[in-house]
Each structure stands twice: as C-alpha cells, then as structure tokens.
C-alpha cells in the first residue's frame, strides 16, 4: 500500500512514517498476503514487452515498485515515489538488499511529480487513492507524464457490495483490523484511519468515470474480494 501527499493535513504524512516500520507486516496479515496477488495483476496490466518505463505513483514501501521491476528487462526502469520519507528510507534498504537495478525511489508529491510530459509508458498506484486530496489532479498529472498510447493501472479497497460477504467484511475491516494495527503497529489511530478512508470512499464506478473525465479511454474495472479491492485500468489515447 501506499501513500501520497495532502497538503491540506499533514498528520496523513507523520502518520505513515510512524507505521512505516510495521507496514509491510500489516498488509500480509491484514489482506491474508492476497496483496502480492492483486499487484501482479496491476503490473501485468501495464508491464507487456518488458522494456518499459514505468512511474509507481504512492509506492509506500516499494512492494509495487518491486513486483514490476521483476517484469521488466534491462531497458526497462521503475521510477517510484512517495511523500512520506520514512516509506522511502525503508524501500531504498529493500532496493539494495534485492539489487534491484532497475528501481528508483525519491520522495516527492504526486499531486505535483517532478518530470516533463509524455515520458512514461504506464502508470501504478496501489491502495493510495484513498489517500488523496484531489483525485482529479492525481489523475491529471497521471495523464500528463504518460506519453501517447501509454496506460494506468490503479489498484485500490472500495467497500463491498451489499450481501453476506459485505457484513463479514465490515465487521472485520472496520472492527477488527483496527485493533489488529492497534497490537502489531502499536498505532490504533492510523488503522482506524486507513480504515474509515475506505467507508467513506467513493465507489469504483465513480472512479471510472473520473478517469474518463480526466482523458482516459477504454476504462476497464475488475473486482477482487466481492469488489472490496478493485484494479482500474485505462489508456491514454494516441496522438493523431
């Protein structure tokens, strides 16, 4: 999962590097490791020959960054960011514990990514949208830095819909998963955030349609868990 900046509540920043260290943790627990599962189908859905290069938006601790980098050959690079630098610290020690030379990592805002238009052949983020103060401008500066033909791949947690699995669903995530962080990450607070910021989450097909608004074409939706995580894919459209 990761993280991108608000500039309207810092304590979103503070609170991410304060669970940086437990994080990577957390998320196996809390997703019953299906996470590294969802990230494979968002690095497939952008990495095709292998050569290109891609921008992880929110990388958190790099778990993201360094699935595509295992996909990609020696043309292709990962350029990974986020603003939290605690987040960053923790990925750059996975990057040189892995060698993985076709990753990088800088701290940066992704409301404001600091590259030239048209660069990058696909865009991830994985579980940030949530984190985000200004969707719209998250994905218009997505648009932006990707060149003509390239595509976004963008995974995320929506509340389910409605049913049996819903209900167990709430119970455990909005319940439970809070005082799962609370005794691993000694943190209660930023679980019960991370959890609320999916209630009150828009639902994927808003999503979808902000992504057209934004420019994108032929945007596809797939659901995972009964829809409670959600993998957005959608194209830039070539240059005529």
């Known amino acids: 999962m990761g993280s991108v900046d608000n500039p309207s509540n810092d304590n979103v920043r503070r609170m991410f590097d304060r669970i940086a260290g437990r994080y990577d943790l957390l998320n196996r627990v809390i997703s019953f490791r299906l996470d590294a599962w969802w990230r494979k189908k968002a690095v497939s859905a952008v990495v095709k020959s292998g050569h290109e290069k891609i921008l992880d938006l929110g990388t958190g601790t790099g778990d993201l960054t360094f699935a595509a980098g295992k996909s990609l050959h020696v043309q292709g690079k990962v350029v990974a960011l986020d603003f939290s630098f605690k987040m960053i610290q923790l990925a ?16 940066a805002n992704a409301l404001m990514p600091p590259f030239r238009d048209h660069v990058f052949d696909g865009v991830m983020t994985g579980f940030v949208l949530r984190n985000v103060s200004d969707l719209r401008l998250f994905f218009v500066q997505a648009f932006r830095v990707l060149k003509p033909g390239g595509r976004m791949a963008s995974l995320d ?41 999916v209630r009150q989450f828009v639902p994927p097909e808003k999503v979808s349609e902000l992504l057209e608004q934004c420019g ?5 939706l797939q659901r995972f868990l009964f829809g409670a995580v959600c993998l957005h894919v959608a194209n830039k459209p070539n240059q005529k």
Do not use: C, W
């Open 92 to 107: 750059r020690v996975k990057q040189h514990n892995r060698k993985s030379s076709r990753t990088e990592f800088l701290q």
């Open 157 to 197: 947690m929506f509340p389910p819909s409605k049913g049996l699995f819903a209900t167990l669903y709430a119970f455990y995530f909005y319940r439970f998963m809070p005082l799962i962080g609370g005794f691993l990450a000694r943190d209660r607070h930023a679980y019960q955030y991370l959890s609320d910021s």
């Open 216 to 220: 994108f074409e032929q945007v596809t």
